[in-house]
């Protein structure tokens, strides 16, 4: 079946089953491999995209489900070879070490700061709590995302609209 | 979706192509949040899919004078960030409390209700507002109190080839408070050990009218009317109602799993009832 959307940006159309998980769509049929997968059961949120600008499951999501939708992934943040604020951010707070949660709290991060530029220390909590991480012990992700909240709030310039950096 | 491939799955065009489709044999897919995980699982293996996300039947909140009508398709955050929401706290509560927020963008309050679990968080405030959930078959559309739409364990009244259109949530008379706590090891992705909702009217200090609702200590979401009548009259004082509380724990069926034991589960009941009357008689 040929399904149509828009992927960070871009009209796509791909020819795959209606049931094939958008994360073996993403990772196998496009070679976007940015999106993780942990546990497969929407329990860790390694898999966190973005579709109509809301965190979605790509483990849980089946391609006939973002048909006509626009689809954003941690390739889409960083368009153009620089860093978002979210990324730089991660790394200035030393929130990554092995890396593999880090798509995925990007993404979900990304959602959160587009809908509250503002979020207290429990907010973001509370945001990525379906996001786990085995090794920061969090502190360290929840630093970056109030710090790129400030980077995104210091110059708006930064960032267009679609979140793409200039 | 499987690990045998992927599943197959067809988009109606309208709710009587979706309601043959699934006559046919087809399983109704909204969300995928739970149904996905049982196909990965193989804990079922249906012959298609018919996904129901979509149909514009079932999407949209209708507000009436007496309540709201919300479409199957209707996720949790969509909601949660609807009037409905802050008409109704109790929903606010409930809802905040599903999975995190991904799965809210997801998951829908009609699947929570067709999954039928008896931990589901969102059965809880349609329990306690004694919602009616609406369907629509071959035979063509009937409407049932949640109470009796569901019937045990993923065991619901649907019939052959009926999907839910849509679930009514009455407006409380008065202004009840709300009361909303799950139990369990941690707060988000949780499935609950134990959990109480409540709906209670006060008039100066005492009990006017409760209704309480408690998840995963029975095979359905379970509505303890005895325990609701012997509340009027009564102060939300945690010593007044410690007997009360001692009966709710009697009252539960709860079983033992690998989330908590049995005799666990009767006691965290209970107390959840003394947590309900400190939170709520501030």
Known sequence: MSINFRLNGREVEVDVPPGRRLLNLLREDLGLTGTKEGCGEGECGACTVLVDGRPRLACLTAAIQVEGKEVLTVEGLSAGGKLHPMQEALIKAAGVQCGFCTPGFVMAAYALLSENPHPTRQEVREFLSGNLCRCTGYEGIVEAVLLAAKYLRGDPSRVTPDGKTP | ?282
């Open chain 2, 1 to 282: 979706m499987r690990k045998t491939g992927p599943a197959r799955i067809v988009r109606p065009r309208d709710l009587s192509e979706a309601v043959r489709l699934v006559a046919e044999g087809g399983r109704p897919l909204a969300g995928g949040t739970d149904l996905f995980v049982r196909l990965r699982r193989e804990v079922e293996d249906p012959p298609f899919l018919v996904y129901l996300g979509e149909l514009p039947e079932l999407q949209g909140i209708e507000l009436r004078e007496d309540g709201a009508v919300v479409g199957a398709a209707v996720t949790h955050a969509k909601l949660l960030r609807s009037e409905v929401a802050e008409r109704l706290p109790i929903l606010r509560l409930a809802l905040s409390t599903i999975g995190a927020p991904a799965i809210r963008e997801m998951g829908t309050l009609a699947g929570n209700v067709a999954n039928a679990s008896p931990a589901g968080d969102g059965l809880i405030p349609l329990y306690l507002l004694e919602a009616r959930v609406l369907l629509a078959g071959p035979q063509g559309e009937r409407e049932l109190p949640v109470e009796e739409f569901v019937l045990g364990p993923g065991k619901t009244a649907l019939k052959e080839g009926e999907i839910i259109r849509s679930l009514f949530l009455p407006f409380p008379e008065g202004e009840p408070r709300s009361y909303f706590r799950k139990v369990g090891r941690r707060r988000a992705l949780l499935i609950a050990v134990a959990s109480l909702g409540g709906l209670v009217w006060l008039q100066d200090g005492v009990v006017e009218q409760a209704r309480l609702a408690l998840g995963s200590v029975a095979p359905t979401v379970l509505r303890p009317r005895e325990v609701e009548q012997e509340l009027v009259g009564k102060p939300l004082d945690p010593q007044v109602l410690a007997p009360l509380a001692e009966k709710l724990s009697q009252l539960v069926q709860p079983i033992t799993d690998l989330r908590a034991s049995a005799s666990y589960r009767r006691e965290v009941a209970g107390k959840l009832l003394l947590d309900l009357a400190v939170s709520l008689a501030g």
